[in-house]
């Protein structure tokens, strides 16, 4: 930045500074003396520059022009100097010095110079000489893929047209060498050089060319400690989370040099020492050794200090919990090791919003302002007392509670779901569960609800809440087709998630539905030459809409036709029919927990065979009916996100049972039983349909399910799930017999295009599908799994995970056979997309372990793939 002034005379061109024009005019009387003038105006020029600028003196501006290599007209220039005409100011003073700061903050000009360019009395002619920066005309970037070179434009904002500054260019260089070194390019380097482009444009440009030089990956040969005793090397490296040496064995986490992470470790490093009573432990020192371009060294020397103890722990300041309540939650006894780490946790665990600590003791009882601050005040003999000192403040009451983002549902969808009301004591648990309810219902991305504290008045006790949102697709569409079973499968499958019924006759509401209520309406259909399927069902969550108890129908009808061995087509004289419907109501208990839900429904299904004879049941012209009733009980509290859930648990138990028919109906099924034996002895199959027609005319039975699934977080985003599941069909009559519907195939991906028998497809990765049961189906069976998630991305457009995992079950006959340990086990690899509009969506490569001895197998099984379509594992 430049300040020049030339005074420029009519009958003198002689010129000079600004701020020596004070002294230069007292010197023109010296002008006629020709050595004298060199001498004296080198000393004074001197001490003008010194001069403030309160002596200055007054001119009337009279004309600013202006000049030199710009796109801006001069007016513009003019006006932002704020050196308008007529202006009083004085020289030198502080109106020039502003007037160079306005254009030189604007960032448009890479010079800037103020010149005086005559003087008439008491008025000063000013001109404004400054040159515009370049713009970026062409951007060359070499050292990286085409693939890449959006994002480092985007990234680094050089796109055609920005002002190059030399703090672009900086600020460039910096990002671009942090990102490499940051995925462990630690010798990464970055280049970047301007030209200047020359044609007729006034617009001053420049091409730019960036050599990016990303270098070979650094990684950890080696991480060496000097100074530990009490701790080993291998006990102070599995403390770094982020910093690994090499492991050919390790997956998840590289071995590459992150500088971020490292510095992180070596505070990870202390923390693991104060873990163990080494309250005093301290990084001396750390240094990097280069073996070579590929690999470094580590060296890290600790001094660990002595460990220490606890010893009395005081609270001051509690007047709502007594000592021995509080003491109870610290859970630390005088003599234990001293954890400093552990002690943080007690009082305020931030890495769980729902932790059993002293804080949220306070604030899950409306003490939203209290304090709670443990301090060393005694070390003596390394015996550490501690205070913990707590100011409670005032209780906090909700004053305004608000959700915003709900563009689609309805406000009374949300806050039926809301657990903090306006009046209510403040609960930070209730906020918590607030977040987890909202993003259970599907309609919203859950990884960007988020609940502000607006307005906190400790002195009155209030604060606002405001639940923000963010609506996400709720609905989904099925189109399929595909060859299968002998011809074409073609599929339609309709899935409205928020759905709103009253809303449907209402020609305004469709957009592309009537939306909002929180209803779910789901059609199907599906159809090939050989079978016919369609289904229909509703559900209402809030059933009157003051109480959350669910109601739900559902319809479906299929139609199946024999395969013509003889023509290759479907008979459609000979046909296999199901109707079914069913209704059911899910309530929300209260005890033991608001978690619980109580579930009941009552089904029927009939079932009409039309000629269709096929071995699957002994009569082929007949009918069978399923009335049942089915009662569960579940418990779901996973966090948050019910796509990628990070912790809590879910299990269902459920029984179906039907109504014990034998008890009442006066068939003699003990008879029934010998006469039946008989048959199948005598071979005659007229009188095997008989008897079988009759023991199914109503079916009868009970099955009981269970199944159960954990999760646990075990980094920020590494979650574990295991899962057990068990199913049992029993008899209420033996010499009736557990009917031949309503069991289990083991097996595949667990899915199926339909189930003409009520069979349930129970899924187990590494074998064909259904091919671990009886091909009459099992009547028991258990499955265990452990499966390892990984998330790619959770964005609301598409989450995406990697899996692993391993799982082994099995499929019984009878309680004889049943032996949990004797199962069937299988590992792999898999990913799960899962996109508003589709559903989920998955792949599995599953490796079976053991032989499937109805197919004559001696070894393991191999590999099988899976495609998962709508369900999860």
Do not use: C
């Amino acid at each position: 930045m430049k300040l020049l002034l030339n005074i420029k005379k009519e009958n003198d061109d002689l010129g000079k500074q600004v701020n020596n024009l004070a002294n230069i005019l007292s010197l023109t009387t010296f002008l006629k003396h020709g050595i004298a003038f060199l001498l004296i105006i080198s000393s004074i020029s001197i001490q003008a520059q010194e001069l403030p600028h309160s002596n200055g003196k007054k001119y009337i501006l009279g004309d600013v022009s202006v000049s030199g290599n710009t796109s801006f007209s001069e007016q513009t220039i003019i006006t932002y100097s704020g050196l308008s005409k007529g202006k009083e100011m004085a020289i030198p003073g502080e109106d020039i010095g502003d007037a160079i700061k306005k254009l030189w903050n604007s960032k448009l000009f890479s010079d800037i110079e103020v010149y005086i360019t005559r003087i008439e009395g008491d008025v000063a002619y000013l001109e404004i000489r400054l040159s515009d920066l370049p713009q970026l005309n062409e951007l060359k970037i070499n050292g990286v893929k085409k693939g890449k070179h959006e994002g480092i434009i985007k990234d680094s904002k050089l796109n055609k047209g920005v002002k190059v500054t030399e703090n672009l260019i900086t600020t460039t260089k910096n990002f671009l060498t942090k990102k490499y070194k940051k995925e462990g390019y630690l010798n990464s380097k970055v280049h970047i050089n301007t030209i200047e482009v020359k044609d007729s444009t006034p617009t001053a440009r420049v091409n730019m060319v960036l050599n990016i030089d990303k270098g070979e990956k650094v990684k950890i040969k080696d991480i060496v400690f000097t100074g530990n005793e009490v701790l080993n090397d291998k006990y102070l490296r599995k403390s770094m989370k982020g910093t690994k040496k090499i492991n050919r064995l390790r997956i998840l986490k590289r071995s590459k040099f992150i500088d971020s992470a490292y510095q992180a470790d070596l505070g990870h490093i202390v923390e693991k020492y104060k873990e163990n009573g080494y309250r005093d432990a301290r990084v001396l020192s750390d240094s990097i050794i280069y073996n070579d371009d590929k690999n470094i060294s580590l060296q890290i020397t600790v001094n660990e200090g002595q460990q220490y103890t606890f010893g009395d722990i005081t609270f001051i300041g509690n007047t709502v919990y007594s000592n021995e309540q509080l003491a109870r939650m610290v859970r630390i006894k005088k003599g234990d090791t001293y954890n400093g780490v552990l002690l943080q946790k007690r009082i305020a665990d931030n890495s769980k919003p729902d932790g059993d600590d002293i804080t949220n003791l306070y604030q899950n009882s409306g003490y939203l302002f209290s304090s709670i601050n443990p301090v060393e005040v005694s070390a003596d003999n390394n015996v550490i007392d501690m205070e913990i000192r707590i100011s409670e403040g005032k209780p906090a009451y909700f004053n305004n509670v608000s959700v915003v983002g709900n563009d689609k549902t309805n406000d009374h969808v949300v806050y039926r779901e809301i657990r903090t009301r306006p009046g209510q004591l403040y609960s930070k648990a209730n906020v918590v569960r607030t977040v987890r309810e909202l993003g259970q219902l599907g309609f919203f991305d859950a990884q960007e609800i988020s609940p502000n504290f607006n307005n906190p008045n400790p002195n009155e006790g209030t604060i606002d809440m405001e639940y923000s949102v963010k609506e996400t697709g709720s609905s989904q569409i099925e189109l399929q087709g595909g060859y299968g079973g002998g011809g074409f499968i073609g599929t339609l499958g309709l899935s409205f998630n928020n759905f709103s019924i009253k809303d449907i006759f209402k020609k305004d509401a469709y957009k592309p539905i009537p939306m909002g209520d929180g209803q779910k309406l789901a059609l199907r259909l599906q159809a090939s030459r050989f079978y016919q399927t369609y289904s229909f069902s509703f559900s209402e969550p809030w059933l009157g809409g003051k109480r959350p108890v669910q109601f739900s129908t559902s319809i479906s009808h299929t139609k199946q036709f024999l395969y013509d061995y003889t023509t290759g087509n479907a008979d459609k004289s000979k046909s296999f029919n199901i109707t079914g419907i069913t209704f059911g109501l899910a309530k929300r208990l209260q005890v033991p927990d608001d978690f619980f839900v109580l579930s009941q429904a009552v089904s029927f299904q009939r079932y009409d065979l039309n000629n269709y004879n096929t071995g699957l049941f002994t009569f082929g012209n007949g009918y069978a009916n399923n009335l049942s009733y089915t009662v569960g009980l579940s418990r779901d509290n996973t966090n948050v996100d019910p796509i990628y859930p990070t912790g809590g648990s879910k299990f269902s138990a459920t029984a179906k049972l039907s109504i014990p028919y034998s008890m009442f109906d006066g068939v003699d099924y003990t008879q029934l039983k010998e006469d039946r034996e008989q048959a199948v002895l005598d071979q005659d199959a007229t009188a095997l349909a008989v008897i079988d027609q009759e023991r199914y005319k109503w079916l009868e039975f009970y099955k009981v399910n269970f199944k159960g699934d954990w999760y646990t977080q075990i980094t920020k985003d590494l979650v574990l799930k295991p899962s057990v599941e068990f199913g049992y069909l029993g008899a209420y009559n033996n010499d009736r017999g557990v009917i031949p519907f309503e069991r289990f195939f083991l097996g595949g991906d667990g899915l199926g295009s339909y189930s003409l028998d009520g069979r349930e497809a129970v899924a187990l990765r590494g074998y064909p599908n259904q091919s671990l049961s009886d091909n009459d189906g099992g009547t028991i069976y258990n499955k265990f799994s452990l499966e390892l998630r990984y998330p790619i991305t959770l964005k609301a457009s598409a989450k995406i995970y990697a899996l692993g995992f391993i799982e082994g079950g099995a499929s019984y006959n009878s309680f004889r056979d049943y032996n949990p340990f004797d199962i069937k086990r299988s590992a792999g690899l898999g990913i799960r997309i899962f996109m508003p509009a589709f559903g989920l969506l998955g792949i599995d490569f599953g490796h079976g372990f053991d032989p499937i001895e109805s197919l004559g197998e001696t070894g393991s099984h191999g590999w099988e793939t899976h495609f998962i379509i709508g369900q999860q594992f």
